[in-house]
């Protein structure tokens, strides 16, 4: 009966795993409450065992089952405190979905968009908002090829920033671009938001090479910041990333989904051996490495993008959004001067960076960038998006003026 005891819990703690590897699979309380009837059972089966074997004294076998059982029962009394009190909770689980690791093992959602005609929610303690994919699986209406060659198609790329996380479906900034250009008589300009959370320039590629191409657009609007950097190619790499039929991450620490489960895993993680979710579970110093490692591949991706895009006459305007925190600082953490050099020598691209006109044209600074940022989510609200529409509605005239060209001179005509 012991060693099978013990033989069940390892094999309970391997089921745990076996589910965690599987891609975005979550870790909520009722897998935290398997995880200690597992971890219960090899603490019992071990030491019936070692009682079998060695047969010590039964004062000696009270002794160690009482000392046992009051580590177990302190160890599950803490993990009880810390989810109760929220301790060490990590950001994916303030959006309601339990633990997820940020690697991905594997997903053939290479083009990385939803499922057509489905339905859901962007949603956090602070807001839920609904939403319709369309017939491409983009929060958007249905998109269709361009057919009229007198009339211009702005297709814009991004993650949750171009979505519209955090405002409803048409309080989203390229809506609201859509707003500006109807508000100023541009009727003949379509926009089409082809934005998805989690998105990144390696998957901007493939969807338009894979679905944007096909749809003829003029202008391609890509936003980009330091998350993209910081967050999607630090957990998934670059272009590598695509197999074939599906794309893997890099990989993932093969102990994260103690972490996941147990709140107490991961105080002792934090404390004692300073890593942590938010850094994807390394030091500053491999941080560091890896972000130099990746600068390369970085340029390898736009360069992909500029091979789709001026093959085809595309333009191409590149959109750089500061965070929260950089809109504060009035500067960005991560210096991007490796692509600017990159970037220069494409002749479709032109950039366009949203933090000088935040701070000059929409005078936001730390003491009133609250307006505009969800508090704790840390996404634009609708006020925030607003004013994202505005700033890359101003990069468009200011890159690409013969696009509004017609329009303007029949204003002067008329006036």
Same mark, same amino acid.
């Given at each position: 009966?012991?060693?099978?005891?013990?033989?069940?819990?390892?094999?309970?703690?391997?089921?745990?795993?076996?589910?965690?590897?599987? #891609?975005?699979?979550?870790l909520n309380g009722n897998w935290c409450m398997y995880f200690y009837a597992n971890l219960f059972a090899i603490l019992m089966g071990a030491l019936f065992t070692v009682f079998v074997w060695l047969k010590p004294?039964?004062?000696?076998?009270?002794?160690?089952?009482?000392?046992?059982l009051s580590v177990f029962i302190v160890l599950l009394a803490t993990e009880f405190y810390l989810r109760l009190e929220k301790i060490n909770l990590a950001y994916i689980e303030t959006r309601g979905q339990g633990?997820?690791?940020?690697?991905?093992?594997?997903?053939?959602?290479?083009?990385?968009?939803?499922?057509?005609?489905?339905?859901?929610?962007?949603?956090?303690?602070?807001?839920?908002?609904?939403?319709?994919?369309?017939?491409?699986?983009?929060?958007?209406?249905?998109?269709? #090829?361009? /057919?009229?060659?007198?009339?211009?198609?702005?297709?814009?790329?991004?993650?949750?920033?171009?979505?519209?996380?955090?405002?409803?479906?048409?309080?989203?900034?390229?809506?609201?671009?859509?707003?500006?250009? /109807?508000?100023?008589?541009?009727?003949?300009?379509?926009?089409?938001?082809?934005?998805?959370?989690?998105?990144?320039?390696?998957?901007?590629?493939?969807?338009?090479?894979?679905?944007?191409?096909?749809?003829?657009?003029?202008?391609?609007?890509?936003?980009?910041?330091?998350?993209?950097?910081?967050?999607?190619?630090?957990?998934?790499?670059?272009?590598?990333?695509?197999?074939?039929?599906?794309? /893997?991450?890099?990989?993932?620490?093969?102990?994260?989904?103690?972490?996941?489960?147990?709140?107490?895993?991961?105080?002792?993680?934090?404390?004692?051996?300073?890593?942590?979710?938010?850094?994807?579970?390394?030091?500053?110093?491999?941080?560091?490495?890896?972000?130099?490692?990746?600068?390369?591949?970085?340029?390898?991706?736009?360069?992909?993008?500029?091979?789709?895009?001026?093959?085809?006459?595309?333009?191409?305007?590149?959109?750089?959004? #500061?965070?929260?925190?950089?809109?504060?600082?009035?500067?960005?953490?991560?210096?991007?001067?490796?692509?600017?050099?990159?970037?220069?020598?494409?002749?479709?691209?032109?950039q366009y960076d949203l933090l000088p006109f935040f701070r000059d044209s929409c005078h936001m600074n730390k003491d009133n960038s609250g307006l505009y940022w969800w508090k704790k989510d840390g996404h634009n609200?609708?006020?925030?998006?607003?004013?994202?529409?505005?700033?890359?509605?101003?990069?468009?005239? /200011?890159?690409?003026?013969?696009?509004?060209?017609?329009?303007?001179?029949?204003?002067?005509?008329?006036?």
């Amino acid at each position: 009966m012991p060693p099978g005891l013990l033989v069940a819990g390892i094999v309970g703690l391997w089921g745990l795993y076996y589910h965690f590897s599987w #891609p975005y699979a979550a870790l909520n309380g009722n897998w935290c409450m398997y995880f200690y009837a597992n971890l219960f059972a090899i603490l019992m089966g071990a030491l019936f065992t070692v009682f079998v074997w060695l047969k010590p004294a039964r004062e000696t076998q009270f002794k160690a089952l009482v000392i046992s059982l009051s580590v177990f029962i302190v160890l599950l009394a803490t993990e009880f405190y810390l989810r109760l009190e929220k301790i060490n909770l990590a950001y994916i689980e303030t959006r309601g979905q339990g633990y997820r690791s940020s690697y991905v093992i594997r997903d053939p959602n290479i083009d990385w968009h939803y499922l057509p005609g489905s339905d859901g929610f962007l949603q956090v303690p602070e807001y839920k908002f609904p939403r319709h994919h369309n017939n491409l699986g983009f929060s958007d209406v249905d998109f269709y #090829p361009k /057919k009229d060659s007198n009339t211009i198609l702005i297709q814009t790329y991004g993650d949750s920033f171009t979505e519209g996380d955090g405002a409803p479906v048409d309080s989203s900034y390229p809506a609201l671009l859509r707003n500006l250009l /109807k508000q100023d008589g541009q009727t003949k300009i379509t926009v089409q938001n082809m934005g998805v959370c989690g998105n990144d320039p390696a998957f901007v590629w493939k969807q338009l090479k894979d679905i944007g191409i096909g749809l003829k657009p003029d202008v391609v609007v890509i936003v980009y910041n330091t998350g993209d950097l910081k967050t999607d190619f630090f957990t998934r790499g670059g272009l590598e990333r695509f197999k074939g039929n599906y794309y /893997k991450g890099l990989d993932a620490p093969y102990w994260e989904c103690i972490y996941g489960v147990s709140y107490v895993a991961r105080l002792v993680a934090h404390s004692v051996f300073g890593i942590e979710y938010k850094n994807f579970f390394l030091t500053d110093e491999e941080s560091d490495k890896r972000i130099e490692g990746l600068k390369p591949k970085w340029n390898q991706t736009f360069a992909a993008i500029a091979d789709v895009t001026c093959s085809n006459k595309i333009k191409v305007l590149l959109v750089k959004k #500061p965070e929260h925190g950089e809109v504060d600082i009035n500067q960005y953490v991560q210096d991007f001067g490796f692509f600017d050099k990159m970037r220069d020598t494409v002749a479709c691209f032109k950039q366009y960076d949203l933090l000088p006109f935040f701070r000059d044209s929409c005078h936001m600074n730390k003491d009133n960038s609250g307006l505009y940022w969800w508090k704790k989510d840390g996404h634009n609200n609708s006020l925030g998006y607003s004013m994202m529409a505005r700033g890359v509605y101003d990069g468009l005239r /200011k890159s690409y003026p013969e696009i509004f060209t017609t329009l303007d001179s029949v204003k002067t005509v008329q006036q």
